[in-house]
Structures are given as structure tokens and as C-alpha cells.
């Protein structure tokens, strides 16, 4: 049954896929979009050149912080031991956003050099946050305030960085929200390595991850050094998300609402919950962002706007019920 629904979850990121793609201020139906890519295609070169360089680099892009960002959220719930945990909510992608802003500002074709910076902003938040939280152990909505409180400091951070270099940081408002307009194989080719190298290294830590939750005696008893094994996936959470910043700007509320859901429909068992983690989160992500830029055409709503206000009940929900 596992097995089935995760099956099902790729069959609608596939979906969500060819839904993208078909969508826009162009109509190209999907039957085109297939004759497209796997026969002779029938359109003309005005609408092949939208669908092969302006939505399938969008919707390549979408799908890839989609996967990133849900496998973040599951890691970082594990290892916070935290159902709250979120790289948006607690802190992690605004110090991945506040490095990469910077070296975005030092150097006007940052490039690869983005994520890295990002990454390690994403890191000294995380440390921050352990440290803010740390009080004879680590309780969760410790975690949670310590984020929130860090997650603001850099916001601000962030926002005055905008303010005194608005002339070097183009469509910053879409980026402090979250979006995908104008995004091109260029930022494709940036994210998908960092996706494919997490996704293979989150998924191959599964045992870890599920040892992790019988808690640290238990884990240290199996033999896990549970001390270099937290560090290695909230490193690794944060290389996800730090990437995945650098092309979608602070989407928040992926990191939440999708192992969430995942979880509720696959179990805790993380050989399961990973794989349907990844998938659903592309799906989510790919129909969020073809329905925020279609619902109110010609206007495009960034699709921040659209997870924030699922995100932000959902969160609410959740903090009622474990306090």
C-alpha cells in the first residue's frame, strides 16, 4: 500500500508537470506538449520557443525546490525532533538568503557561488538556534521560539541590505516573497546538482533518520554516533534549502505542510515517508506555481502568497496541538 501511494504521488508530479506546462497566457494544450518533446511537433516557433525556454526551465526549476525544500523540512523534523521544524519558520533560509544577498551584492555575477555562501549562512543559523535553544536539553518550542527570534535578526538583515542596494538587486519584493517568474535554465543548472546529491545522500540516511527517533539512548545503544549524525543532516538540510533559496527566494512553509502530509498518508517509517516527501513536494510546489500564475492573468501572484496562506493555518494548527 506504502508502495502504491508513493507511485501515486510521482504519477501527480508528472501531472503537475504537463499541467505547467500547458498553462499560461498562451494556451498550448497538453497534447501539443507531448507531440513536442516524443514526436513531430506541431507548433509554431513563437509558441515552442514559451514552452521549451520560458515554462519548461520554470517548472524544472519548481519542481526541484519543491523536492529540496520538502526533504529539508522532513530532515530538520527528525533531527529537531521537532514537528514545527521548518528552514523558513526557524530561521535557516533567511541566513541562507542573507549570505547569498551579500555575495549577490559583492559580486554581480555570483553564479556557483550563491549556494555555497548560502549554505553556510543556513549553517550559522542553525548553530545559533541550537545554541539560543539549549537549556539542559533541547525541549521543541524552544526551538521554535529561538527560530523565530533568528529567522527576524536576519530578516532585518536581509531587508536593509535590499534597501541600501535596491539598485543591484533586481525583483527583490518576488524574491523576499518566493516565486519562479524568470527563471531559465540558468537557475536550472545551478539547483539540480545540489537536488540530485541531497536527494541521493537524504535517502540513503533513512535508517539514520528513523533510529533518530527512538531517541538518543536508544541510538546510542544501536551504535549511532548520534552527535555527528545530527550535525551531517542539519548540514545536509541546510545545503537543501540554501539551494533552493537561491533560485525561489524565501518560500516559506514547504518544509511544514509537506512531510506533514506525507507523514499522515505513509507513516514515520523515512525509507517511505522520503521518497513520498520528494514527490509530493514537486507536485505541491509545480500546482501551486502554475494556479498563482494563472488565477489572476495577465498579473502573475508570486507563489509565496499561495503557500503562505496554507502554510500559516497549518502552522497555527500544529502549535495548538503539541503545546
Known amino acids: 500500500m506504502k508502495i502504491f ?14 499541467f505547467s506546462l500547458a498553462n499560461g497566457s498562451v494556451e498550448i494544450s497538453a497534447v501539443e506538449v507531448f507531440t513536442n518533446f516524443f514526436a513531430e511537433s506541431a507548433l509554431d516557433e513563437t509558441r515552442r520557443q514559451i514552452l521549451e525556454n520560458i515554462r519548461l526551465p520554470r517548472t524544472i526549476a519548481a519542481m526541484l525546490v519543491g523536492i529540496n525544500l520538502a526533504l529539508s523540512g522532513a530532515i530538520l523534523q527528525a533531527v529537531m525532533k521537532n514537528p514545527l521544524a ?16 551579500f555575495v549577490l551584492l559583492i559580486y554581480d555575477d555570483a553564479g556557483t557561488l550563491m549556494t555555497p555562501a548560502a549554505f553556510i549562512g543556513a549553517m550559522l543559523a ?14 521543541p ?14 530578516g532585518a538583515g536581509i531587508s536593509a541590505l535590499l534597501i541600501f542596494h535596491s539598485e543591484k538587486v533586481h525583483g527583490a519584493l518576488m524574491w523576499m516573497v518566493g516565486g519562479f517568474s524568470a527563471r531559465s535554465w540558468t537557475h536550472v543548472q545551478l539547483l539540480y546538482p545540489y537536488t540530485i546529491v541531497g536527494t541521493i545522500l537524504t ?3 533513512a535508517r539514520h533518520l528513523n533510529i533518530l527517533q527512538l531517541g538518543d539512548e ?15 543532516l542539519t548540514a545536509l538540510a541546510a545545503l537543501l534549502a540554501a539551494s533552493a533559496v537561491c533560485v525561489a527566494g524565501l518560500l516559506g512553509f514547504v518544509g511544514l505542510i509537506i512531510p506533514h502530509t506525507a507523514r499522515l498518508l505513509i507513516g514515520s517509517d ?5 521518497p513520498a516527501t520528494a514527490f509530493l ?23 509565496g502568497i499561495l503557500m503562505a496562506a496554507l502554510g500559516a493555518p497549518f502552522f497555527l494548527y500544529l502549535l495548538r496541538r503539541e503545546i
Do not use: Q
Open 203 to 205: 535517502i540513503l540516511s
Open 281 to 303: 513536494g514537486a507536485a505541491v510546489i509545480i500546482f501551486s506555481d502554475t494556479f498563482a500564475r494563472i488565477i489572476f492573468a495577465p498579473i502573475e501572484l508570486p507563489v
Open 5 to 18: 501511494k508513493i507511485i501515486l504521488f510521482s504519477a501527480l508530479a508528472v501531472a503537475g508537470f504537463f
Open 126 to 139: 542553525a548553530i545559533l538556534i541550537y545554541i539560543l535553544a539549549w537549556k539542559d536539553g533541547i525541549k
Open 86 to 101: 521548518d528552514p523558513h519558520i526557524i530561521g535557516i533560509s533567511s541566513g541562507a538568503g542573507l549570505f547569498g544577498i
Open 141 to 154: 518550542i524552544r526551538i521554535i521560539l529561538a527560530g523565530v527570534a533568528v529567522s527576524a535578526f536576519l
Open 218 to 232: 536508544v541510538a546510542k545503544g544501536l551504535g549511532l554516533r548520534v552527535h555527528l549524525t545530527r550535525t551531517f
Open 270 to 274: 523515512y525509507r517511505f515517508l522520503l
